[in-house]
């Protein structure tokens, strides 16, 4: 599995996204709003954030890191 990480997700990462999970078991973690529809092949983790200044904080990402266990 891959995990990426990001903060928001851009939409002309998707496409990327998808290629990559026709060879692996990929799924992005990020803050955003939802972005899959019928033609994802990724998965997606939603998770919560703070914003303190210019710096985002998200929220989780130890936990889900270890629940996940990425290789």
Not at 30 to 59: A, M, T
């Amino acid at each position: 599995m891959i995990l990426i990480i990001q903060n928001q997700l851009p939409h002309y990462r998707r496409e990327f996204f998808n290629e990559l999970a026709k060879h692996h078991d990929v799924v992005v973690m990020h803050s955003g709003f939802s972005s899959l529809d019928d033609r994802s092949q990724y998965k997606e983790l939603i998770v919560d954030h703070k914003r303190i200044g210019p710096f985002v904080w998200q929220i989780g990402v130890i936990k889900h890191i270890r629940k996940l266990r990425p290789s």
